[in-house]
């Protein structure tokens, strides 16, 4: 059995790699990101925190609003891409269970695609509690444990990607461990990048799709692959 420190290495090293030979092809365009900023109304006197930004795919959808920027992430490959890629943002090492900032100092807070695989969860979700403003407004995007492809694929075929921690919750499960850990849920939403995908492949490339748009899936949320959560600090 690892250790915290031992897998916390293995996870970053999966990272380093990712990014080191697959880099950009690992990522969803720039606009596609778009819509998480939208869903949070990012303006430009916010001050934006993005978790896990990776090779800073969200930031750099941010720059258009001229809102003050920073990001974090565990992999120093990213780090290093994304500080050279965008210089005027504020890019750190840091593990998302120990942020190196001060209380309360973030308007907006995102981290997509990243939070199912941190170690301590709990750790992670009370330190973007911690540095977010009173009124700070969260956007987290989850994968589903309750769909076919996590099911059936990822854990009975056993190909649930181990060294990146790859993990899933229920629409429940994520529900109540915000709850736990101080936050309101504001809306829940499918995520959209498929939803845009599909609508472009259904007119054969023929129909402008809007990255800001929130598309219906046409199904119940609970079936959805990822869940977009919109989150608020719950008032004490």
Known sequence: MTDSSEEQQQITNWFNTTYAKKGERYLRKVEAYEIFLSLVDLKPTDALLDVACGLGRLLQAAQASNCKMTGVDISPIAVAKTKALLPQANILE???????????????????????????LGAVLDELHRVGSKDARY????????????????????????????????????THIFHQHGFNVGDVLPDQYPLQRKKRWLSLGIAHVDPKQVLDSGQAIE?????????????V
């Open 94 to 120: 840091a593990n998302a269970e120990n942020l190196p900032f001060e209380t309360g100092v973030f308007d907006v807070i995102t981290c997509l695609g990243s939070l199912e695989r941190m170690i301590d």
């Open 139 to 174: 956007c987290i995007l989850v994968r589903n444990s309750e769909t076919v492809v996590w099911k059936w694929f990822k854990e009975a075929l056993g190909l649930r990607n181990k060294a990146g921690h790859q993990g899933a919750k229920s629409l429940r499960e994520w």
């Open 223 to 235: 079936r959805t692959g990822k869940f977009i959560f919109l989150l608020s600090k719950a008032k």
